[in-house]
T-cell receptor
Framework: AQSVTQLGSHVSVSEGALVLLRCNYS??????LFWYVQYPNQGLQLLLK??????LVKGINGFEAEFKKSETSFHLTKPSAHMSDAAEYFC?????????????FGTGTRLLVSP | DVKVTQSSRYLVKRTGEKVFLECVQD?????MFWYRQDPGLGLRLIYF???????EKGDIPEGYSVSREKKERFSLILESASTNQTSMYLC?????????????FGEGSRLTVL
């Protein structure tokens, strides 16, 4: 069964600093991988997804993630943090090409951005 | 834009009460899901449905049931609410070809059981 591990329940950065949120996955077949973001008092929205095309995936709001099969990782980055990036971020995995899919979510990482 | 609407943002119920959480989507999606979100545990799937009157158990179905009488509406039912069901409940929908992985979420229903 697939699973994801997000390292660090909280990450703090200063405005303008690099953002790095870590995600490692476990899957017996080539996975589809996703990052979702949840702003305070809102539902989740898709930030970006990897579905076996390019390994470097660009998403909304300047975020990107790189799929590294050898490291079973799909870390989320942004070169320069903005105050509006403060939110909770969830990594998720589904097993592609095996029919009906369910997403399995990580436990989330809360990003704190200080002035 | 896809819109998933959850009828109640905040509810307070007493132990033993029957609780209905309603979810409606307006994009003709086949799949609908109910997740529970708790701090440190992420999102856990309670039930999902891929067609009208169809339902499948997720990872934590105990204490919950669901109803899908119409394609656009998916209801979560707590037959007898307990304090350990105090949580944020998120409804989501997606197209049948869900291996794209894009779920559309509602804003959540925060349930407190006293």
């Amino acid at each position: 069964a697939q699973s994801v591990t997000q390292l660090g329940s909280h990450v703090s950065v200063s405005e303008g600093a690099l953002v790095l949120l870590r995600c490692n996955y476990s899957s017996s077949v080539p996975p589809y991988l996703f990052w979702y973001v949840q702003y305070p008092n809102q539902g989740l929205q898709l930030l970006l997804k990897y579905t076996s095309a390019a390994t470097l995936v660009k998403g909304i709001n300047g975020f990107e993630a790189e799929f590294k099969k050898s490291e079973t990782s799909f870390h989320l980055t942004k070169p320069s943090a903005h105050m509006s990036d403060a939110a909770e971020y969830f990594c998720a995995v589904s097993e592609g090409n095996t029919g009906f899919q369910k997403l399995v979510f990580g436990t989330g990482t809360r990003l704190l951005v200080s002035p | 834009d896809v819109k998933v609407t959850q009828s109640s943002r905040y509810l307070v119920k007493r132990t033993g009460e029957k609780v209905f959480l309603e979810c409606v989507q307006d994009m003709d999606h086949e799949n609908m899901f109910w997740y529970r979100q708790d701090p440190g545990l992420g999102l856990r799937l309670i039930y999902f449905s891929y067609d009208v009157k169809m339902k499948e158990k997720g990872d934590i179905p105990e204490g919950y049931s669901v109803s899908r009488e119409k394609k656009e509406r998916f209801s979560l039912i707590l037959e007898s609410a307990s304090t350990n069901q105090t949580s944020m409940y998120l409804c989501a929908s997606s197209l049948l070809q869900v291996n794209t992985g894009e779920l559309f979420f509602g804003e959540g229903s925060r349930l407190t059981v006293l």
